[in-house]
Antibody, heavy 124, light 110 residues
């Protein structure tokens, strides 16, 4: 079973770009089977889907964040990344990376493996 | 897309059953059979409990069950145990490769 681990700065200044990496062991983001995604949880609030990526071909973003989000795959490594530009205090959250699991019907309905999450605080 | 609507809290005594609702629209919950539920303890990663409305991943107790009627999905926890006390989140496919989560429900075991 895959293990996922987020990494990146825990503090980002307002208006700058948040950058996180998810390292996947026991699986590969180069697989043409699975989608991979980012989810966040602001303090005291619910989960919010940020976006998903398939191989290095297709990306899908939350419409509310689409103008500021880029998700990419490093094909030389078992990693995928998140970039969120022009951050504000509202982007302070625990950020999770996760794998979208497959069933007999689809590979795009639920997250079956998650990283432990990393807190990113936006503050000057 | 708007977040799915869940009650902020739910509670039950040990051994009882509790049901948590998740209300969306015909564009998400009502339009697809792709509702999932996650259990989340503070400071921990979410754990998949139910997928595709009513399927349980391996290792999830059969005390957890899911269903859907129209635009509302439900998670039922039967035979409540102390360790079931956690936050529960629903999620649904919302078309065009979009996913949406609910606001979460805090389940308290009295």
């Amino acid at each position: 079973q895959p293990q996922l681990q987020e990494s990146g700065p825990g503090l980002v200044k307002p208006s700058e770009t948040l950058s996180l990496t998810c390292t996947v062991s026991g699986d590969t983001v180069r697989s043409r089977t699975y989608y991979w995604g980012w989810i966040r949880q602001p303090p005291g609030k619910g989960l919010e889907w940020i976006g998903s990526i398939y191989f290095s071909e297709s990306t899908y973003y939350n419409p509310s964040l689409k103008s500021r989000v880029t998700i990419s795959v490093d094909t030389s490594k078992t990693q995928f990344s998140l970039r969120l530009s022009s951050v504000t205090a509202a982007d302070t959250a625990v950020y999770y990376c996760a794998r979208l699991g497959c069933s007999s019907v689809t590979c795009y309905s639920h997250f079956d493996y998650w990283g432990q999450g990393t807190l990113v605080t936006v503050s000057s | 897309q708007s977040a799915l609507t869940q009650p902020p809290s739910a509670s039950g005594s040990p051994g009882q059953s509790v049901t948590i609702s998740c209300t969306g629209t015909s564009s998400d919950v009502g339009g697809y059979h792709y509702v999932s539920w996650y259990q989340k303890y503070p400071g921990k990663a979410p754990k998949l409990m139910i997928y595709e409305v009513s399927k349980r991943p391996s290792g999830v107790p059969d005390r957890f069950s899911g269903s859907k009627s129209g635009n509302t999905a439900s998670l039922t926890v039967s035979g409540l145990q102390a360790e079931d006390e956690a936050d529960y989140y629903c999620s649904s496919y919302a078309g065009s490769n979009n996913l949406v989560f609910g606001g979460g429900t805090k389940l308290t075991v009295l």
